[in-house]
């Protein structure tokens, strides 16, 4: 059986741009289910000879009846149930801000096996990120650029463990 990684954050870290670059062209599901579930990407992520299934909690931002906050607590409390490996996702350039510590306190009441990713870490603008962002609680933050593609080797590393 695959192991399942589920990314998760507030809107605009990168989330979806992760899932892009792992998934590439194999996008398996696009869920269009009534409610928080079709917002949900699934697909075969794969870094090198790694193939594990990926989750995108994806969409929030969309029209719908609940709270933004009701939403993303849907969307995080699924991913969290059906995950293996949980990529918390930060902006490592904005920092640690409010909505990623609201995230922070969903997660860590979660028994699983979760990473702190600091995305858009290409270049220098990201280091107070990195440093803010041990404050949240998961101990060191993972350096990635979804949109460049560094960062994938300790990806790679996290990701394998559990497979
Ligand atoms: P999501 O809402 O978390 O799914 O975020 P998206 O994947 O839609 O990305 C939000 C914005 O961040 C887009 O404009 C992306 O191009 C940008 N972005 C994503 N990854 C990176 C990165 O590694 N570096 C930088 N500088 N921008 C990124
Ligand atoms: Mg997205």
Do not use: C, W
């Not at 079709?38 to 989750?55: A, K, P």
């Not at 994806?58 to 699924?78: I, P, V």
């Amino acid at each position: 059986m695959s192991v399942t990684v589920a990314v998760v954050g507030r809107p605009n870290v990168g989330k979806s741009t992760l899932f892009n670059r792992l998934v590439g062209r194999k996008i398996a599901i696009v869920d269009d289910t009534p409610g928080v579930t079709r917002d949900r990407r699934e697909g075969q992520g794969r870094i090198g000879d790694l193939y594990f299934t990926l989750v995108d909690t994806a969409g929030y931002e969309d029209a719908n009846d609940d709270s933004l906050e009701a939403r993303m607590r849907k969307q995080t409390e699924m991913a969290i149930a059906e995950a293996d490996v949980i990529l918390f996702m930060i902006d490592a350039r904005a920092g640690v801000t409010p909505t990623d510590e609201h995230f922070a306190r969903l997660l860590r009441r979660a028994n699983k096996d979760i990473h702190l990713i600091a995305n858009k870490a290409e270049g220098r603008a990201a280091d107070p990120g990195l440093i803010e962002a041990f404050a949240l609680g998961f101990g060191e933050a993972i350096p990635l650029s979804a949109e460049h593609g560094l960062g994938l080797a300790d990806l790679y590393t996290v990701i394998s463990q559990a497979v």
